[in-house]
């Protein structure tokens, strides 16, 4: 792979820690809709958060809005076919989502490139997730970030994007979405402490000339990153 690829900082949560993580979970999705998340625990909220999406009973959203009560399909903008209609989007991993909580984009202009995959094995296995985040230089130099919330979704009401080949390897995203409104399970609020991987800052000029020079480059990196 290639070494602006990102994975999950380790150790991985013990067996206890894990116990504890479904236990907030479930009395938060006990408690009712919208329950906002009493965390106390000492292990990051990221780990709780990929703990919740890798269960597989829910999805998340982050946003820099704490109030959504219900979720109502957007059109989106996307290159991709799967990311390009009116729908809800969600992520099926706990960073992804908390990426975009914490990105305050109602009062900042902002350029997203971003990803996170597991790469599919011939016996059916999974790797564990890859990622990149970058944004406009401005995001990074003016520190143009907010706590933010992420919602757990209700996964049963969303449809992955397909499994493609992509040099040579399966790949997986994480991307999901739902063409119906959606109400959040429950949510958890985060700040830009909590998040434990580099974010990279570009040129937006630069970048987009990158991006109409060769629109599959991803991530349209110098040569000398690549």
Partial sequence: MRTYWLRRPGPAPDA?????FDAVLE??????PGTVIDYR???????????????????LHGSSDPDIACFEPRQSNDIAEFGNRKAV???????WAMFFAILDRP??????????FRVLAEDGSVSEPYYYFAVNSEVVEQDQFSPGTV???????FEREAAYVEDGRRVLTAQA???????????????PAD????????????????????PGGFPWLPADEL
């Fill in 89 to 95: 989007y969600a992520a099926a991993d706990g960073l």
């Fill in 177 to 191: 979405a739902s063409l119906e409104p959606v109400e959040p399970l429950a949510k958890l609020v985060v700040a």
């Fill in 151 to 157: 919602y757990l979704l209700p996964a049963d009401r």
């Fill in 16 to 20: 206890a820690t894990l116990a504890d």
């Fill in 107 to 116: 009062r900042h202009r902002m350029s997203l490139t971003n990803s996170c």
């Fill in 195 to 214: 998040f434990p991987l580099r974010i990279r800052g570009y040129d937006l000029a630069t970048h987009l000339a990158r991006v109409e020079a060769d």
């Fill in 41 to 59: 625990l000492a292990a990051p909220k990221w780990q709780f958060l990929c703990h919740v999406a890798d269960r597989g009973e829910a999805v």
């Fill in 27 to 32: 009395a938060a999705v006990a408690a009712g």
